[in-house]
């Protein structure tokens, strides 16, 4: 007999909500995979788990919980606590409120580290780079050993982060990640060898982490059996969702914590894994069962409660195609007779114009923008539709574009505060003083070279004679730092406090001072969610909100606005109607995947989870020809596409096809000889 708020699971879902749970309170199970389809309801299934835990007396304290961003974190917290108040009723708070080990690998593994700084010789104010910080950080090293001068071209310092970052994640020594990656790049091996064991330096002389660092470092201490049994003996039961996208780091960490496997669940899908850009590899759902002896208990949720059946038989189709998988076809109760659209327009203009028609239609018969989203593969894709929903006021947000944070003032005030937090952290401090009048690089260099060796820099920052024409910027500047330092005003006074000295050198530096004053703001309300300035710090650069207010910002909470979002950010939601750009090959698969059969296989994967969001009605576009990236916008040079090769012809009797706009033969031949004496364009380019 099971409990009435287990009803409405069905026997999969159930069993492994039950698993290792007796009737007679929990016990510890062995080791658990969920293999879930799209749409079968693992988040669902997960959070009752968790739910069933707590009801059944296990500590929430002594849970941990691993997702792959906090918003899926906060999403699947309170569904527990939504269970758990309607079985244990007003008391319930108490309980759910302890389950405080929820977060991304990345946010736990930092708190972690914090709580073992001292054991594993780490100093325990440490603050977070983040990609961009880190790429500066690389660049400065790469100067320093002399070889951005060197007389071919060495590689960027993007792409140096990303063989590190890969060799790291991976696990995988340095010539592999070459050969097989970045072949081109192979006669550096030597240098880049230096540059990153010169980069590691720097890191440890400025106390600063980056993103694989928090999991290499995890690594690392639980490579200790006495750390690992530790830490292991923290937790009673160890959740992970997402499985396929965690890479072979994070997998060590997972069975150094649980070696046994005794209370450990992994959650995935192995046909939605689309993350190994960042070394995620798809073989640790594959390989996770045998990982232990007896191996772990395998249930496959393959019934999906999201799309109709239409849809789900069109998003079987293409990743049946796929080469090597764990997932069973996807089967749902929900009839209907329309098929996916797939639609071929002209250009990215009418895919626009289709769109924001389909769209305003859709809402005309009780749809709200909300329930709509427009997915697709690069952020850059939806540049042409962006500018046709502001020109037709249609509120919308984008997700997965330009992050909050990558904008120069929400950096530079983060900077400060960084910099208060740890003042051996060299980005920041460069960042910061060069926001002071007078002071450029040079000048702030030397200053961080005189206080990075003193035990309280800080304070020997005070003592240094104000430098030349930095005027009364340097008094106030000293004593916002030192204020800072003893943190009297408390949290989320200091970020006031930060803000406030920062909005002159606002005013002074750009001439949208006002715009950007609203995401400082904004930056304040968020910061007051947490409870310090370290976790705030941490946090944040783990997982940065999207979108700034000069970008489409986000609108009031009550507001309605239609969702733009990369596929990769789509991931874990759904949406009523759901519509994919460009679905063309070059951009799906992407032209800059490497063409490997792995990299397709992902490619494939990609365009199936964004097919998977869609519940009612999906419609993918075609444009024939488009614009590419890289000129003015005027350019004209643009390609001819043609439908992803992931939708060859036999896929087809699953869609309805056609074009839009239903264009009369007439025009249609207009539109063609348009296209071939492009004499406009021709004029534009007599000048070039
Ligand atoms: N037993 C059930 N009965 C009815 N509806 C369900 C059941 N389980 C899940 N659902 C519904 O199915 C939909 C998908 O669930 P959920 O978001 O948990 O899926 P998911 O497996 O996490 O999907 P994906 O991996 O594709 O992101 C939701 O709308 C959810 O409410």
Request: proline share 5%; hydrophobic share 40%; net charge negative.
């Amino acid at each position: 007999m099971s409990a009435t708020y287990l009803e409405k699971l069905n026997e999969r879902q159930r069993r492994a909500v039950e698993h290792g749970i007796g009737g007679d309170g929990v016990t510890v199970g062995g080791p658990l995979l969920i293999i879930a389809g799209a749409g079968s309801g693992k988040t669902n299934t997960l959070a009752h788990r968790v739910a069933h835990l707590i009801v059944n007396g296990a500590d929430p304290r002594r849970i941990l919980l691993m997702t792959f961003s906090r918003r899926a974190a906060a999403e699947m917290s309170r569904r527990v606590e939504r269970i758990c108040a309607q079985v244990l009723g007003a008391g319930s708070g108490v309980m759910t409120d302890a389950l405080a080990w929820a977060g991304t690998f990345h946010g736990i593994g930092a708190r972690l580290l914090r709580i073992y700084a001292e054991q594993i010789g780490l100093n325990v104010d440490f603050t977070i780079h983040d990609r961009e910080d880190s790429a500066d950080l690389l660049n400065v090293v790469r100067h320093e050993l002399g070889l951005s001068k060197t007389e071919s071209r060495f590689p960027t310092k993007g792409t140096c982060l990303a063989i590190y970052s890969r060799a790291v994640n991976s696990q995988t020594p340095l010539n592999e990640v070459l050969r097989s990656w970045y072949p081109w790049v192979s006669g550096w091996e030597q240098q880049l060898k230096e540059l990153f064991s010169g980069y590691v330096e720097a890191k440890q002389a400025q106390n600063v982490l980056d993103y694989d660092d928090l999991l290499l470092y995890w690594a690392q201490m639980v490579g200790d059996p006495s750390l690992a049994d530790d830490i292991g003996n923290r937790f009673d039961h160890v959740l992970v969702d997402e499985y396929q996208d965690t890479n072979k780091l994070q997998s060590s960490v997972l069975l150094a914590l649980k070696p046994g496997g005794r209370g450990l669940t992994v959650v995935g899908d192995d046909a939605q894994a689309i993350y190994s850009f960042r070394a995620a590899t798809v073989r640790n759902i594959l390989d996770f069962p045998d990982a232990f002896s007896p191996p772990a208990d395998v249930i496959t949720l393959d019934r999906n409660y999201r799309s109709t059946q239409t849809i789900l038989a069109a998003a079987n189709g293409v990743i049946e195609l796929a080469r090597e998988r764990f997932t069973k076809n996807l089967w749902t109760d929900r009839q209907s007779a329309v098929r996916p659209k797939l639609l071929t327009v002209k250009d990215e203009s009418d895919q626009a114009n289709y769109i924001v028609e389909q769209v305003l239609a859709n809402r005309e018969s009780g749809m709200l923008l909300k329930q709509q989203a427009v997915l697709f593969r690069t952020s850059s894709h939806s540049g042409p539709l962006e500018v046709e929903l502001t020109r037709r006021n249609i509120p919308f947000v984008k997700f997965g574009g330009l992050k909050f944070l990558d904008s120069a003032h929400v950096k530079d005030l983060l900077a400060v505060l960084r910099f208060a937090q740890n003042p051996r952290d060299r980005v920041a401090g460069f960042r910061l003083l060069q926001m002071l009048p007078g002071i450029g690089p040079q000048t702030a260099g030397k200053i961080l070279d005189v206080i990075a060796t003193d035990p309280e820099p800080l304070m020997a920052l005070g003592e240094i004679p104000a430098p030349p024409k930095s005027g009364p910027d340097w008094a106030s500047f000293i004593d916002l730092m030192l204020a800072l330092r003893k943190s009297d005003s408390g949290w989320p006074a200091e970020i006031a406090l930060a803000r406030s000295w920062y909005e002159p050198h606002l005013e002074r530096m750009h001439e949208d001072a006002e715009t950007r004053r609203a995401d400082l703001l904004q930056l304040e309300q968020i910061a007051a969610g947490y409870h310090n300035r370290e976790r705030f710090l941490t946090e944040l650069t783990l997982d940065p909100p999207d979108a700034t207010s000069d970008q489409a910002g986000v609108p009031l909470l009550d507001e309605d606005y239609l969702v733009l979002s990369t596929i990769h950010s789509a991931k874990g939601q759904e949406w009523r109607s759901v519509f994919m750009l460009n679905v063309v090959d070059g951009c799906i698969p992407s032209d800059l995947s490497t063409g490997t059969s792995d990299d397709l296989e992902e490619e494939r994967r990609l365009l199936y989870v964004g097919m998977t969001r869609a519940k009612d009605s999906l419609t993918l576009v075609v444009p024939q020809r488009f614009f590419t990236g890289g000129q003015h916008a005027q350019g004209n040079r643009h390609v001819y596409a043609s439908r992803t090769r992931f939708i060859p012809a036999t896929l087809l009797q699953f869609f309805e096809t056609g074009t839009w706009p239903v264009a009369g033969r007439e025009a249609s031949e207009r539109s063609a000889q348009q296209i071939r004496i492009d004499v406009a364009a021709r004029m534009r380019t007599m000048w070039k």
